[in-house]
């Protein structure tokens, strides 16, 4: 149990960081919150926390540098790889059947720095071969640097390692110094935007991946998102969490069946 004065004493923070980055973390985990604020104070070799409330009430690039280390955004390309292969074999040969002339429209949420994105179109640019409408993927991210990383498309061997020789061959340039760029054929798909996930509306999808970005968030908060979520995504269209994420203990059952719970992919009801 935290004592009243440490709670208050994060709320400073969490205003600090809003004041000056305009993103509001009011939602995060507050137990993760700390976790972190403990650690870059750690860094920083400061031990006392009126010390750390001193700094980042004066300091924007502090704020920055927090922020930076809340929206922690490990990802790789085809993260999970049995998640993709029940998309290949189950979910987009499905979503195909019913959508006969509209092209697919697909929403990676929490897109970090695009390998997620890339997958997806990687995954539809494939699936779509030889028929004749299109697909377009909506990548959002809340954090700045992570969609421009996204936008050049660029990556190092490690978040490559799920990607198949054919794949790397086919849909990347390799270049003198060693990385890889997306082909404009994948990249000119995506459309990017930085946005908080809460602030989405007035759009249809066919299917959304919101995959590891929900482990930050609290419970409330899941359960406007899943709501949100059925909202935004036309009749039977799918939801893709994280391996570590689960509607148990909200109410997005309401909203969603679970279909494929290894894959924790769920179907919107109705
Ligand atoms: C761990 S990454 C997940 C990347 C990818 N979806 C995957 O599964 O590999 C989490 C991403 O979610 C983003 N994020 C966190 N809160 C968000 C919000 N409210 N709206 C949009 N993106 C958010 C973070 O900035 C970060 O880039």
Redesign the pocket.
């Given at each position: 149990m935290m004592e009243p004065k440490i709670i208050h004493k994060l709320d400073l923070v969490i205003n600090e960081v809003k004041k000056k980055t305009g993103i509001n973390i009011q939602n995060f985990k507050h137990a993760f919150l700390e976790r972190r604020i403990l650690y870059r104070m750690r860094n920083l070799g400061i031990s006392d926390y009126d010390e750390y409330l001193k700094l980042i009430s004066t300091s924007f690039d502090e704020a920055k540098s927090l922020y930076a280390i809340f929206?922690?955004?490990?990802?790789?390309f085809f993260?999970d790889p049995h998640v993709w292969k029940k998309l290949e074999q189950d979910i987009v040969p499905e979503l195909l059947n019913k959508t006969r002339f509209s092209p697919i429209r697909a929403w990676?949420?929490?897109?970090?720095?695009g390998?997620?994105s890339h997958s997806i179109s990687i995954l539809l640019n494939e699936s779509l071969h030889g028929h004749r409408f299109g697909y377009q993927v909506y990548a959002?991210?809340?954090?700045i640097d992570?969609i421009d990383h996204a936008k050049k498309g660029i990556y190092q061997n490690e978040n490559l390692i799920n990607v198949s020789t054919q794949r790397l061959n086919t849909y990347f340039e390799k270049s003198l110094e060693g990385t890889y760029q997306v082909t404009p054929q994948i990249g000119k798909q995506i459309e990017y935007e930085v946005?908080?996930?809460?602030k989405i509306s007035g759009k249809l999808f066919d299917i959304i991946?919101?995959?590891?970005?929900l482990i930050?968030?609290n419970k409330e908060t899941h359960e406007q998102i899943f709501k949100k979520f059925a909202n935004v995504l036309k009749k039977d269209g799918i939801l893709v969490l994280?391996q570590d994420e689960s509607m148990i203990g909200t109410d997005g059952d309401n909203f969603f069946d679970l279909i494929y719970p290894k894959e924790r992919i769920y179907k919107k009801i109705l």
């Open positions: 929206s922690i955004n490990v990802t790789k993260r990676s949420c929490g897109s970090a720095s390998e997620e959002t991210d809340i954090s992570a946005v908080d996930m809460m991946f919101c995959r590891n970005v930050y968030y994280g």
